[in-house]
């Protein structure tokens, strides 16, 4: 089960790449996957098979979170309509949560992108190292859910030790000292994103700080 998802979660992750909005399409994409289409890549066996993947236009939708954007939880906003997708306030969060920045005047949702998609954490703001801090609102943390060993979304936590966890390969991450590695297999900490408030919801103070995506072997 842990080999499927981390292999689906890599295809996924190749995908990704032919996202215009992020960089050039690429010819070819080898994964480790089978039988999952996506951005126009059939993953078959060992190889991402097909000619010439051609990738979608880009959009709003596919945007990394710009400033101001609010938070929502990804359940919700992938359920529902855009309009019902509400922001997401600090009280809202606990353990940790799993969501889309989106665009509050347009009521647009970025989850044109898997690498868009963060887990919220709230923690005791005392509690919290160096820049950390400073990323934090309310308490509440903000990481890239995307986990840079294998792709698969960093979902657990382990509340005796405050310590988040992939359920993959049981990579696990420190919250509250910028998503630092406390055990591998993962080699780089989760990308944080600067988190403000605006009118009593969550919202982007600034862009990803760290690399997106899975780290090179």
Avoid at 86 to 94: C, H, I, N, R
Wanted: charge should be neutral; aromatic fraction near 4%.
């Amino acid at each position: 089960m842990r080999r499927a998802r981390a292999q689906d979660a890599s295809c996924r992750l190749e995908a990704d790449r032919f996202d215009p909005g992020r960089r050039e399409a690429l010819a070819a994409v080898p994964a480790l996957c089978a039988g999952v289409a996506y951005a126009g890549v059939l993953c078959t066996g060992v190889l991402c098979a097909g000619t010439m993947a051609t990738p979608a236009a880009a959009g709003p939708a596919d945007a990394r979170p710009q400033e101001d954007d609010r938070l929502v939880a990804a359940a919700k906003a992938d359920a529902a309509t855009p309009e019902a997708a509400q922001p997401l306030a600090p009280e809202d969060v606990s353990g940790p949560l799993i969501a889309w920045p989106m665009d509050a005047a347009a009521r647009l949702v970025r989850n044109g992108s898997r690498l868009n998609k963060v887990v919220l954490l709230r923690v005791d703001p005392a509690t919290l190292a160096g820049p950390t801090q400073e990323r934090a609102a309310s308490g509440v943390v903000a990481y890239s859910a995307i986990c840079p060993h294998a792709g698969c979304e960093v979902t657990d936590f382990i509340a005796d030790r405050g310590i988040l966890e992939c359920p993959c390969h049981n990579s696990k991450y420190d919250p509250r000292d910028a998503a630092a590695v406390v055990e591998g297999p993962a080699t780089r900490a989760l990308a944080a994103l600067p988190l403000k408030i605006i009118d009593g919801k969550l919202a982007v103070a600034g862009p990803f700080a760290g690399r997106l995506g899975i780290a090179p072997a």
